[in-house]
């Protein structure tokens, strides 16, 4: 079982800059692909990024293409998302997820992700 513990959540305004992390507690962290989603207030569950196992690839929604940047430190076990340029429409719960696939899978159910965490809240005011 893989436990995934998301932090950096806060209030941020418009325009400023925050960066999630995920901790896993999971000696085979380094073999999952791991993702960020998202869900706002009466909305869907969405995809913002992935990155493969190896950091060698990485997926990026086209609503957070240029803004958002996703990687990861195998050794310490936690995947990073760096948020700039942050808009209203950011604000929502993050979750990070692991797929212990590896590879970044776009085409299944929610990447594939198999494990998620609790969330962390992101508010971006005006």
């Known amino acids: 079982q893989v436990q995934l513990v998301e932090s950096g959540g806060g209030l941020v305004q418009a325009g400023g800059s925050l960066r999630l992390s995920c901790a896993a507690s999971?000696?085979?962290?380094?073999?999952?692909?791991m993702g960020w989603f998202r869900q706002a207030p009466g909305k869907e569950r969405e995809f913002v990024a992935a990155?493969?196992?190896?950091?060698?690839?990485?997926y990026y929604a086209d609503s957070v293409k240029g803004r958002f940047a996703i990687w990861r430190n195998n050794d310490e076990n936690t995947v990073y998302l760096q948020m700039a340029s942050l808009k209203l429409e950011d604000t929502a719960v993050y979750y990070c997820a692991a797929d212990p696939a590896g590879s970044i899978r776009p085409g299944a159910v929610n990447y594939g992700m198999e494990y998620w965490g609790k969330g962390t809240l992101v508010t971006v005011s005006s």
């Open positions: 999971d000696r085979n962290f380094a073999t999952h692909a």
């Open positions: 990155i493969s196992w190896s950091a060698g690839n990485t």
